[in-house]
């Protein structure tokens, strides 16, 4: 490891940090604590006994994925020796009772954005997301105003469900999940339940806690309550007579303490989740009512929740934000007390002077707040939304908020006019948009090799101000100059996001120190939360009774027993009884490539990649490969070194290298905009170099003569339909199979929807009187392949986008040569990058002549070939230029053209005048990437099984050849391009 100062570097030892100062346990006797569950033989027998309901092919105890399943998106470590997949409930139970007979305690795991460190384990990973369509149900209810979940849902996604129903339904009133989490597109609802996620809108009185009204929950000895059935609720009060006076018990002991009574009254006035929610104890009396809100950010470790049904919130369209500057952030602090007190404002957040430095670098920021620019050194800000029903609600909402700032007297940065409300959608979701970006800012910006860590406390809104000056101090004299302080105002609730090394004995001392005295600011000084919203897990379980106090920290070790007694259920979480454990099993971030080196492995990426349900994630390749790079770079090997790199390089090669679509499409739900597509390209380049050298050869011959190649691919595509025609599908399918596995995954495996090969080109009209004029670039993809044996369209691609052209009076251009054109991504995606760059450099020059130097646009017709352009051309004009064809037909076509609704029911993405119903086929990326989904079917196979398309949907449309191929034979309907569509419900502006 790196080391940054005179202090000695730390070991790391199987990934993971192991602490100096600490005592090392010499014993390899078993006992339940992370890092001291030796494996005596009970895992073997464990897995032996699961093996009998649970396939070995979803058990993973090789080094790659546990590993890989030893991370979340905390900043611990620790990795599993076995990870199973479970499927259904049944699963779960089973592997209960089977941990609780051989002590072999089990985590839970939905999407693991956790921020804690509650969602790893070193004993046994029960994982239910990335498992297909187990755990993924919903039923909504009531017009919208409840639904059921299971827990593989991501949360975001609920409310997406939700919008369907009311549109699908033609209902007024639309409805949402009330937490609101920033992670809401990624996180899953088994971790807000677990966690009793909230978020920016959500306060306390929408949280899982208040809103959930049953859950379905599998105990330790594999008993259900469904607290939704009065039969299983009646059957649990007999059966588990014991556990309910246990917990009736300590409720009884609570009450009569007026004290305590009072206390936890106090706490869960404002946000906590440090801890068990023992506000449950006070609010309820029926013992059902008490356990399920027991069962609510217990992070696991009482039960398994394996669904729950929500009653949702008003979704509200209206709505209108303001962001206001002060002069100093107590200012600010204070402002948000006064509109808690006096008005019902949607949702405000404050930014702290680091933050504010975060929001000076956006252009448009800093032109729509006056003062935000140049902002004093104390300065501070509050975002605020308000919501209505109906525009006069919305209005009256802004009236008070605005009447509150002004009666306060509360100094601003300027006068109150400055900040006006917007109800402009791109303005308010720019102000919203930088709120959510401000984690992943920083943490693009920290130093390589470092960790961005998030710290999430709260206290009373009154003494926000105060708390927040005492933070900013502590972090300036503990040496975080990076350190950001930002969160929810409105409930007291502070994110502090700094970036902390783990490198050395010195970097872990400071954090260790720094940590305790945060604790003593928020928890003692304040009487705040240490963990407002994100959880206890590990980061804080050693400060629990801090915050709490003996009294109710010993309460919460008494339900602990109750549910537990064995400690079987996730272990060491919330409540730890070793002092040091927040600062152990500490995960390093060794640098790996300049690519993804600013990874902070928060898996946002995970639920767009294709190959999630089949291999590893984006999130899981990069720490994999930060740990090859980190053997790799190690001076000297031992024996056990030098095997452990040789096994992850091997199950990389296909795990990691092999099924990954390198298409990007992880980037876009990436905070800090990675693509771990390019990592894997430059592992596949670097393979070339050192293993494949004439391979790299064959590539750039195949490059400068790529018009002859391509000229032979129809030809060869309509030899293989004939055969089709001759002998079916099976035979071709069953033979290409067999030539895949020999190759070894060399000749791709056919399916029917292969097209034949593509029509001629047609020669571009001569306009007398064009409306426009614009650059055609057919790309090789649909110069060669045209339609499928079964469809009924006979036309390619490119006929029908001039037929399109055509009828807008368009004059159209071929870039010079184009039969010989490629963007390269052929190429590029194999790792051949002097063959890509040879052909994106012949495209270029040509595209440049075709333009007149960027002079007209460029209609690119399928979208990963654009993508590849923009990103590979040099001239800023032609990236300027480029449009795929939805895109091109939007901005450019609309007034020059009639449109008619033909179709009532289509799938993907297609503009509503062509088409009544849009049913999108809800699927990132189909996994194609060009032919690899063909030479690894299981790919595309994985992908696609999440597929849900209605029956009266007989047509899907998409902008890529290739991926329309795979979508046609995942879903049984044909897809095309989106251009058929678009010709077919067009005709030529009337006069």
Not at 725 to 752: A, C, D, F, H, I
Not at 770 to 786: A, E, F, I, L, Q
Request: with cysteine.
């Amino acid at each position: 490891a790196p080391k940054v100062d005179n202090s000695m570097p730390v070991t790391i030892i199987q990934g993971s940090i192991q602490l100096p100062g600490t005592t090392a346990n010499t014993s390899t006797e078993y006992q339940n604590a992370d890092g001291l569950r030796f494996d005596d033989g009970r895992y073997g027998a464990f897995q032996n006994e699961i093996s009998g309901f649970i396939p070995e092919a979803r058990q993973f105890t090789d080094p790659v994925h546990t590993f890989a399943y030893g991370t979340d998106a905390s900043f611990y470590r620790l990795n599993p020796k076995l990870v199973v997949k479970v499927h259904n409930e049944d699963e779960v139970k089973g592997c209960i009772t089977s941990a609780a007979k051989h002590m072999t305690p089990v985590t839970f795991r939905a999407a693991g954005t956790s921020l804690s460190g509650q969602a790893i384990t070193d004993s046994v990973l029960l994982k239910l997301s990335h498992t297909g369509k187990n755990f993924r149900n919903f039923e909504v209810k009531d017009g919208g105003k409840k639904i059921t979940v299971e827990p593989g849902l991501i949360g975001g996604e609920v409310n997406r469900i939700l919008q369907a129903y009311a549109r699908k339904n033609k209902l007024e009133d639309v409805y949402k999940i009330g937490p609101d989490p920033s992670s809401i597109d990624s996180c899953m609802m088994g971790g807000i339940i677990a966690n009793n996620s909230s978020g920016m809108c959500c306060g306390v009185a929408q949280n899982s806690y208040h809103t959930v009204e049953d859950l379905r929950i599998v105990f330790v000895d594999g008993t259900v309550l469904d607290t939704a059935d009065p039969e299983s609720c009646a059957s649990f009060l007999k059966t588990h007579k014991s556990l309910v006076d246990g917990v009736m018990a300590i409720r009884e002991r609570v009450l009569a303490d007026e004290e305590l009574t009072a206390q936890i009254k106090r706490k869960f006035s404002i946000k906590c989740t440090t801890g068990y929610s023992i506000n449950a104890l006070v609010d309820h009396s029926e013992p059902i009512e008490v356990i399920k809100r027991l069962m609510i950010g217990s992070e696991g470790t009482l039960g398994f929740v394996s669904k729950a049904t929500y009653n949702t919130v008003p979704d509200y369209a209206n709505k209108a934000s303001a962001f206001i500057m002060f002069p100093d952030v107590e200012d600010a602090c204070d402002a948000a007390a006064v509109l808690r007190r006096q008005t019902s404002v949607d949702a405000v957040e404050m930014f702290d002077r680091a933050a504010l430095a975060q929001c000076e670098t956006n252009e448009q920021m800093g032109s729509l707040v006056k003062g935000l620019v140049g902002c004093g050194p104390t300065a501070g800000s509050l975002l605020i939304e308000c919501r209505g029903k109906d525009a006069s609600m919305l209005e009256a909402n802004v009236k008070e908020v605005l009447d509150a700032l002004k009666n306060s007297k509360i100094p601003l940065s300027g006068p109150i006019e400055d900040y006006p409300f917007t109800e402009v959608a791109s303005e308010y979701t720019l102000f919203w948009d930088m709120r959510k970006g401000l984690i992943p800012l920083v943490g693009a910006a920290r130093d390589a090799g470092t960790s961005m860590l998030i710290e999430d406390v709260a206290c009373p809104v009154e003494s926000l101000g105060k708390m927040t000056k005492d933070l900013i101090e502590m972090f300036q004299r503990h040496g975080y100059k990076d350190a950001s302080l930002f969160g929810h105002a409105l409930e007291g609730n502070l994110h502090l996001v700094f970036s902390q090394g783990f490198r050395t004995e010195h970097e872990v001392a400071r954090y260790s120190a720094m940590m305790q005295e945060l604790c003593e600011i928020v928890a003692e000084k304040h009487g705040g939360s240490l963990k407002a919203e994100h959880g206890t897990g590990r980061n804080v379980a050693p400060f629990v009774e801090m915050e709490w106090g003996s009294k109710a920290t010993e309460l919460m070790w008494e339900l602990k027993e109750v549910f537990d007694p064995e400690y079987v259920l996730n272990p060491g979480v919330i409540l730890n009884r070793d002092p040091d454990i927040h600062r152990k099993s500490l995960k390093p971030s060794p640098k790996a490539n300049a690519l993804v080196d600013r990874c902070i492995e928060c898996g946002f990426c995970e639920s767009n990649c294709p190959s999630k349900d089949l291999s590893l994630t984006p999130r899981q390749r990069i720490t994999v490969w930060r740990e090859i790079k980190r053997l790799q770079d190690m001076p000297v090997l031992t024996e056990e070194e030098e095997t452990r790199l040789n096994d992850f390089t091997k199950l990389f090669s296909y795990y990691g290298e092999a099924t990954c679509a390198a298409d990007g499409m992880c980037q876009e739900k990436c905070p800090v905009k990675i693509n771990t597509g390019e990592l894997v390209k430059a592992v596949r380049a670097e393979e070339m170099v050192n293993e494949q050298p004439r391979a790299s050869g064959t590539a750039m011959s195949l490059a400068k003569n790529f018009g002859y190649f391509n000229s032979t691919v129809p030809t060869l595509l309509n030899t293989v339909d004939a055969f089709h025609g001759l002998l079916g599908p099976g035979l071709l399918e069953w033979t290409s199979q067999k030539l895949n596995r020999m190759s070894g995954n060399v000749v791709p495996v056919w399916n029917k929807y292969l097209p034949k090969g593509s029509n001629a080109l047609p020669v571009a009209p001569v306009k007398q009187e064009p409306s426009m004029k614009v650059v055609y670039m057919p790309t090789c993809v649909t110069r060669t392949m045209g339609v499928a044996r079964d469809d009924y369209e006979t036309a390619s691609v490119h006929e029908k986008i001039m037929s399109v052209l055509d009828k807008a009076d368009c004059e159209v251009v071929y870039p010079e040569g184009i039969e010989s054109l490629c963007c390269g991504m052929l190429f590029n995606s194999r790792g051949f990058k002097d063959a890509a760059e040879t052909s994106l450099s012949s495209l270029e020059e040509s595209l440049l002549k075709a333009t007149d130097n960027g002079k007209y646009p460029i209609l690119c017709d399928t979208s990963p070939c654009m993508a590849q352009m923009k990103s590979g051309l040099k001239s800023p004009m032609l990236k300027m230029n480029l449009y795929e064809p939805i895109e091109f037909v939007n901005l450019f076509l609309m007034d020059k053209l009639d449109f008619s609704q033909k179709r009532k029911d289509v799938a993907v993405h297609v503009a509503s005048a062509c088409s009544e119903n849009v049913h999108p086929t809800g699927i990132p990326c189909c996994g194609m990437a060009g032919d690899r989904g063909m030479r690894y079917p299981e790919l595309t196979a994985s992908s696609l099984q999440h597929l849900a398309l209605p029956s009266e949907c007989t047509d899907g449309y998409s902008t890529s050849r290739t991926c329309e191929m795979s979508l046609s034979n995942h879903s049984g309907i044909n897809f095309r391009g989106m251009i058929y569509l678009v010709d077919e419900a067009t005709t030529k502006k009337k006069a």
